[in-house]
């Protein structure tokens, strides 16, 4: 399971938040799709989750355990594709 709790994501070098309160639940065997307008952020959101950044608030829980970006980056894996 994995859970994310009211995630904030704001690169300094922008004036309007990326991520404002993301809050989402996943469960072990179901696949999870995240969709949206190209430029919504999707793709900051699997880099948060997979601990290539950090967000500026909220937290995340695998197996409900609060890991932090190191602990996430050591267990996920990323495939990022071109089309
Ligand atoms: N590190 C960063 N520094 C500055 N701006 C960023 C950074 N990361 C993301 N952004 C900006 O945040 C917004 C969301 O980008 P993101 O790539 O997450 O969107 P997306 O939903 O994946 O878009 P697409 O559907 O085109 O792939 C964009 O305006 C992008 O330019
Ligand atoms: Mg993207």
Redesign the pocket.
Known sequence: MLELRDIHYH?A??TKA?LAGVSLKASNGTPTVIS?A???????LIEIISGLSSPKKGSIYVHGKNLNTRQRRSISGVVFSVP
């Open positions: 690169p070098t922008l990326v949206g190209s430029g919504s952020g999707k793709t900051s």
